[in-house]
């Protein structure tokens, strides 16, 4: 039973326009989300995160919006750059433990030159 | 401040053999967990400690097992290795107290022959 789901696998995206990454949840009880940055070879680096609190937060060019009564919520990257290009996962801490956290399998974005 | 560590970054073992990965935390935190990604089940939660306690554990076999010392260092176990062990091993360190936030190491890739 996938509680985080990323459907898209892949994305592509030309270098200075706006990446959107998706992500849904089915379990009502997440009230925090992170996204993580993963490049090749190396461990995920944490980017960003919103409470349920919220419906945005946003850093430099990294903004996190979240719908609760969708349970969706998406990551804009903008102006995208070819450094960007990276697998992006999104995860939620279980409510019992605020470091377990269940991670979605992932979408790899590609910025193009 | 140095970041996670983990010994070794590759390791090839036989079928039926065991193997003890290592993870050093980021300098302060006391807490260590472990995931474990495969291409087919994505990053998955193995267990968690803090003050060389277990608090949480995921959905593994009891080959699986760790533990973590005075000085937050923390190791993994795999015993009686499966094909199947194949996968990257992450270690993430956080604060502990209530921090979310968790910070990887670069992972142990481990190859199951």
Known sequence: DQQVKQNSPSLSVQEGRISILNCDYTNSMFDYFLWYKKYPAEGPTFLISISSIKDKNEDGRFT????????????HIVPSQPGDSAVYFCAAPSSGSARQLTFGSGTQLTVLP | KAGVTQTPRYLIKTRGQQVTLSCSPISGHRSVSWYQQTPGQGLQFLFEYFSETQRNKGNFPGRFSGRQFSNSRSEMNVST?????????????SLGASGVEQFFGPGTRLTVL
Do not use: I, R, T, W
């Open chain 1, 64 to 75: 996190v919006f979240l719908n609760k009564s969708a349970k969706h919520l998406s990551l």
């Open chain 2, 81 to 93: 290795l499966e094909l199947g062990d194949s996968a990257l091993y992450l270690c993430a360190s």
